[in-house]
């Protein structure tokens, strides 16, 4: 454990949360391909507010960069959230019913809300470091999960399920993952005592709400009042 990054050692930590992640029912039935789509269709809209909040985080984030080099590879990858993730979504709902109006005009879930508060306070009021700690976990489980499931035969014989994974299995999405890890071990060097414990506070609470969020869809949990 000495030799690796904080990045590394916050994923170490958190291994119970992800571990249940991986278990969880909605990935479970996606893997063999029973989950309902009904489940399915809740989650993308839920996710489509997500990353909508995500971007506007990482704009707010970008400010505080001071190094130019990070700040134009942070831009890029901004841009590549929206690209990639955001575009890539709205062209991917179109083909299982979901039209990008309806995208749009999806209301927030309370985990949903819940979630997309705790990114959006962290960009405007944490350091830098603290908030890539924050978006680490959402960036590098959708990898790990792409590399647990998707040679699942259940779920290459439904293809909404199996395109919608294959943007998290390519290389520029490995690659992007592997490059914020870099980039929150960099910013960890040199970070004060509550920096580093704010850093783990909201690693931690980040992979619980990402636990939550595929919970929410399974059980398309909406506002009880």
Known sequence: MSNMGLSEKLREEVDSIWQAIFKHPFLVEMSKGVLPMKKFRFYVRQDYLYLTDFCRAL???E???QDVKDLKDFT???YKEIALEIGGLERYAESIGVSTKQLSKSNY????YAYTRHVLYSAYADPFSCFLSLIMPCMQLYLEIAKKIGDEEGIKKIPAYSKWLA???TKEYADLVDWLNRLLNKY???SSQW???RMRTLYLTSSRYEYMFWDMAYKLEGWRI
Request: no cysteine.
């Open 109 to 112: 879930a309370p985990v949903t």
């Open 195 to 197: 920096e580093i414990s």
């Open 167 to 169: 943007t998290y299995q």
């Open 188 to 190: 960890s060097q040199g």
């Open 76 to 78: 890029a990858f901004l």
């Open 63 to 65: 400010g505080k960069i």
């Open 59 to 61: 704009a707010v984030a």
